[in-house]
């Protein structure tokens, strides 16, 4: 059975930064493509960064040149470390992983940016 278990959510001022991490189990980790979506209050699910098997990453606009996304297959890890955090990055924070045409989701980590 496919696990993910997002963990690294908080509350951070403006200009913070925070790191998630998501723990993958039950799956080849290697193989897989991963990625981090988040959710805000009243919007839709949106994405926010991937990275394939061989490492390539890619970025929603909104984030670029602030976040980073980053795996270790020895530790089936996905990480998204996040600098100068703004309000507007306020949301639930999920990972994602895609093993050829199947999803799977974790469970979510609130991220809040506020004085």
């Known amino acids: 059975q496919v696990q993910l278990v997002e963990s690294g959510g908080g509350l951070v001022q403006p200009g913070g930064s925070l790191r998630l991490s998501c723990a993958a189990s039950?799956?080849?980790?290697?193989?897989?493509?991963m990625g981090w979506y988040r959710q805000a209050s009243g919007k839709q699910r949106e994405p926010v960064a991937g990275i394939n098997s061989v490492g390539s990453t890619n970025y929603a606009d909104s984030v670029k040149g602030r976040f980073t996304i980053s795996r270790d297959n020895a530790q089936k890890m996905v990480y998204l470390q996040m600098n100068s955090l703004k309000p507007e990055d306020t949301a639930v924070y999920y990972c994602?992983?895609?093993?050829?045409?199947?999803?799977?989701w974790g469970q979510g980590t609130q991220v809040t940016v506020s004085l």
């Open positions: 039950g799956i080849t980790f290697s193989f897989s493509a």
């Open positions: 994602l992983l895609r093993f050829g045409t199947n999803e799977y």
